[in-house]
């Protein structure tokens, strides 16, 4: 029943939000982030670092709730993110405060059983995925290649950290 709640209050934040005129201008950078997740979500199917999970409905599993989000939630809040991204030294508080809004709903979620934590990571890994994200995401927007290549490093680094077995891929 969360998910739900979640799916019409985003849909709404999306109603008041975002200027639909805008999607083309936005559209790749939303691809960029929906090709990632499920990327990561495919090779680290065994191996998770972090999962969603219900704690209401028994068939509501993991991948159903990840598609949700990978496809509902977080395209809106990154079309929002993108939309009223800030020039100037304006833009430091603003990414702060993203990836303090995308920590805390991680960190309540996990006190009340919808995240869960696996393999090593943590809150902190998360705060800092999320401080990378939010200027990868950024950087796609303004220039594809040097996200690509941020986006490299980024994996490179994470693997060396949190690297699944060959065995544990999918």
């Known amino acids: 029943m969360y998910l739900l709640a979640m799916v019409i209050i985003y849909l709404l ?3 008041r939000f975002i200027d639909w005129s805008r999607w083309k201008e936005f559209y790749p950078t939303i691809q960029f982030f929906i090709i990632c997740n499920l990327l990561y979500n ?3 199917y065994q191996h998770n ?3 969603y999970k ?6 509501l599993n993991r991948t159903l709730i990840e598609l949700v989000f990978t496809f509902f939630i977080i395209p809106i809040t990154l079309y929002i993110y993108l939309q009223y991204y800030p020039e100037g030294n304006k833009k430091y ?3 702060g405060a993203w ?3 995308f920590t805390l709903i991680e960190f309540l979620s996990r006190r009340i059983g919808l995240f869960v934590h696996d393999n090593g990571w943590h809150i902190g890994w998360s705060a800092l995925f ?3 994200a939010f200027i990868i995401l950024r950087l796609h927007y303004k ?11 980024f994996i490179i680094i994470l693997l060396f950290f949190f690297h699944p077995s060959l065995q544990e891929m999918k």
């Open 130 to 132: 999320n401080i990378c």
């Open 13 to 15: 934040l999306a109603k």
């Open 54 to 59: 219900s704690i209401t409905l028994p068939w």
């Open 93 to 95: 508080l603003y990414i």
């Open 42 to 44: 495919f090779l680290f």
């Open 143 to 153: 220039n594809y290649i040097r996200a690509f290549f941020a986006s490299a490093i």
């Open 99 to 101: 990836v303090a809004y």
């Open 49 to 51: 670092l972090w999962i």
